[in-house]
């Protein structure tokens, strides 16, 4: 099957607060498994349409979720709009959910996403284990400092884009070329988790107890040359689920046919479907 005649279907997602999005479908779970992907910081969900195509195309139905304040969002982050990761995790990614259960009730529902998505799935896997079956991360890891090969740079990014968020009253991601316009509270809970290493945010509090005792499968696929997502920022999102049972895979550019990178892979993302399928075959 040619994935990319597979089309998306979208469906309205109102959140706790009234906050809408649409939620864009792709395929049916003729293996009787889903994945609900959840993008990276500042992506929109139409750019992994090709990877929700290829997921399709092998069987697997992909739900793609809209990050508040990016794309199909009716939020937009400013100095009379912010939120933060309570947010995120408990108005958006429940409602997400409830409407892709409606269209698949009878289908085991697995937690995927791409760099920060991929750590909140982590998160919310942790608070909600018996409403996901599993968790797939793709270039994804804990964004601690010193994890990095560059660790000052990227621990003082930690402290000055907060700081940055605050004077704006946004963060201004699409100007500076990191991430999205994203709103102050949401980059202060990330920037945290950088400073400390630890997963905490305003109104939830502490969230790794919840990790800790997550006893799922957890899939981890690495991009070989991602300096976003290195292999000791990988094992300390890890670390953080020490129950889970994690199969790891390396992807190289001779595999991806080209870069192995944060975001290349996503311009040809047919072997990191094909690692996602086979591992899902098994689980």
Do not use: C
Not at 175 to 181: D, L, Q, V
Not at 187 to 192: E, L, M, Q
């Amino acid at each position: 099957m040619d994935s990319t005649s597979i089309e998306a279907r979208t469906v309205g997602v109102t959140a706790a607060d009234g906050a809408t999005s649409e939620l864009m479908l792709v395929g049916a779970p003729v293996a009787g498994r889903w994945v609900y992907w959840l993008p990276a910081m500042g992506v929109p969900a139409r750019s992994y349409l090709p990877l929700a195509q290829a997921l399709a195309a092998r069987g697997i139905a992909v739900a793609l979720h809209e990050w508040r304040g990016i794309g199909s969002s009716d939020r937009r982050a400013g100095r009379r709009r912010n939120w933060g990761y309570h947010a995120l995790l408990h108005d958006d990614l429940p409602a997400g959910l409830a409407a892709a259960r409606t269209v698949w009730p009878e289908a085991a529902g697995y937690l995927g996403g791409h760099s920060l998505g991929g750590q909140l799935a982590g998160v919310f896997a942790g608070s909600h284990p018996m409403g996901v079956a599993g968790v797939v991360l793709v270039a994804s890891g804990a964004p601690y400092w010193k994890r990095f090969r560059h660790a000052w740079p990227i621990g003082a990014a930690y402290v000055a884009a907060p700081m940055l968020a605050r004077l704006l009253g946004y963060f201004p991601g699409r100007r500076i070329g990191f991430g999205g316009n994203e709103a102050r509270g949401v980059i202060r809970d990330w920037a945290r988790s950088g400073r400390t290493g630890r997963y905490a945010a305003a109104g939830m509090g502490d969230l790794e107890a919840g990790m800790a005792a997550f006893a799922g499968p957890v899939l981890a696929v690495r991009l070989r040359d991602d300096w976003l997502g290195p292999a000791a920022s990988l094992d300390w999102l890890l670390g953080k689920l020490p129950r889970a049972d994690v199969t790891r895979e390396v992807l190289t550019p001779d595999e991806l046919g080209g870069p192995a990178d944060h975001f290349g892979w996503m311009k040809a993302p047919g072997p990191v479907a094909a690692r996602i399928a086979h591992w899902l075959a098994r689980h």
